[in-house]
């Protein structure tokens, strides 16, 4: 009898990983993320409230997950940098636009608030068949032992990597609009 549920457990186990395994070739890519300037909407002077950052990950379907680098000046030092893992999840679809709601945790460098969660958003257009262009928005709250404090930003960033269809498969949008394009109107024609 043992032997009956441990050979259905494996054969189970067998399929269920076959099965991701195949869908993993077809739903996974590399993406780089860069976000060359937001702006914190704190009191201030201009040059202390930019942040900037890099993002590396993989997507997997209609989920980002990724590792970001990056730096925020602040009035208290010269600037601080910043590590964390991000995940985004792409909401919506229209066409070459796409919203994401993305969260984060990580931690800040050099500074009494160490512990950095993110809370944001997304606007992004594709304009190229792996380029996409958008503005973000959220916020950073940054904790510490005594202190805690938040940082709403606004900014623009450029991702690389496929973006995605309507039921969150990995395509290129751009190309495959010409190619239907061009096939329908081949069709038109004759």
């Known amino acids: 009898m043992n032997k009956k549920l441990l050979s259905l457990f494996f054969l189970i ?21 860069l976000n060359p300037i937001s702006i914190a909407s704190e009191a201030g002077r201009i040059n202390d409230r930019f942040i900037q950052n890099i993002e590396i990950g993989k997507s997997f379907g209609p989920l980002d997950v990724g590792i970001s680098y990056g730096k ?10 910043f590590a964390q893992i991000r995940f985004s999840f ?6 070459i636009f796409s919203n994401e709601f993305s969260f984060g945790v990580g931690k800040v460098f050099n500074l009494s608030t160490p512990l950095l969660f993110e809370l944001s958003s997304t606007l992004m257009a594709q304009v190229a068949p ?5 503005a ?3 916020t950073y709250e940054l904790s510490g032992d005594v202190t805690q404090f938040s940082k709403s930003f606004y900014g623009i960033f450029i ?6 269809t309507d039921n969150g498969g990995l395509i290129s949008r751009i190309t495959k609009s010409k190619i239907t394009r061009h096939r329908s109107y081949k069709k038109s024609k004759t």
Not at 72 to 80: A, E, L, Q, V
Not at 159 to 164: A, M, S, V
């Open 90 to 95: 792409d909401a919506a679809q229209l066409g």
């Open 130 to 134: 792996k380029i996409g262009i958008g």
């Open 72 to 81: 925020y000046s602040n009035k208290r030092i010269d600037s601080s940098t």
């Open 159 to 164: 991702r690389y990597g496929l973006l995605r």
């Open 13 to 33: 186990l067998f399929i269920n990983c076959k099965g991701q395994d195949t869908l993993s070739k077809i739903d996974k890519s590399f993406y780089v993320r």
């Open 136 to 138: 973000i928005f959220g």
